[in-house]
């Protein structure tokens, strides 16, 4: 893998929330991939900022679980194996689903509304191919689906299982027919809500999770 050059987008002065935030998303859609190096001097010239920030950067990166420390080499994207992805998504597909089977009815109307207005700016990103929009927009969606469930620590364990999973969705970003799927789906889990079904809820949180996966371990 390349190192990160001056290919990418450069930024003045950034804080530490702004470079986490789009070093996270240029994981996610493919800009950094498995095991390319993150280098100081490139992020220094990049960002325009102190060496201290990007080391925090980093560890904030590294806490999320987006990148890893090789003896050697620095840090880099993190990469797994065809057996941790197997993991960590039935890891997903437990958690996703119990939230989904504690979610209480009916759903209070103005978060319905809210995740409509979320779905909507997800329509709208499919449509005119916005890969950061759809990242974002998708991350909005499910943050308040499973925020809906009656235990605030699954939740956050659904948010760091997620964030794991960063660095294998850029291969399913890409390909228009995933994308339309996963809209699709989320219009299905809002009218699974909207009918008080969390059975069926569930059901389709567990479909909705391995395109990423198929997807990057075609890709390997």
């Excluded at 990103?125 to 308040?144: C, E, M, P, Q, T």
């Amino acid at each position: 893998m390349a190192d990160l050059d001056d290919a990418h987008q450069k930024f003045s002065g950034s804080t530490l929330e702004e470079i986490v935030s789009q070093l996270e998303e240029d994981i996610v859609l493919g800009e950094l991939l498995p095991r390319e190096r993150l280098v100081e001097d490139a992020l220094l010239a990049r960002f325009d900022t102190k060496r201290h920030v990007i080391r925090q950067a980093l560890m904030e990166l590294d806490r999320m679980g987006l990148i890893e420390r090789v003896p050697n080499r620095g840090a880099q994207v993190r990469a797994y194996s065809a057996l941790e992805v197997e993991q960590l998504y039935e890891l997903r597909e437990l958690l996703e689903t119990q939230a989904a089977l504690q979610i209480r009815f009916p759903v209070d109307p103005a978060a319905l509304a809210e995740l409509e207005a979320i779905q909507a700016g997800h329509d709208r990103s499919v449509r005119d191919v916005d890969y950061a929009g759809i990242f974002r927009s998708n991350l909005a969606f499910h943050k308040l689906l499973f925020s809906l469930c009656a235990n605030p620590f699954l939740a956050e364990a659904i948010d760091s299982a997620s964030q794991r999973a960063h660095s294998i969705r850029f291969a399913a970003l890409k390909d228009a027919q995933a994308r339309e799927t996963a809209r699709n789906e989320h219009h299905a889990m809002i009218d699974a809500l909207k009918q008080g079904d969390g059975a069926l809820l569930a059901r389709l949180c567990r479909a909705h999770l391995p395109t990423s996966k198929t997807f990057y371990l075609k890709t390997r």
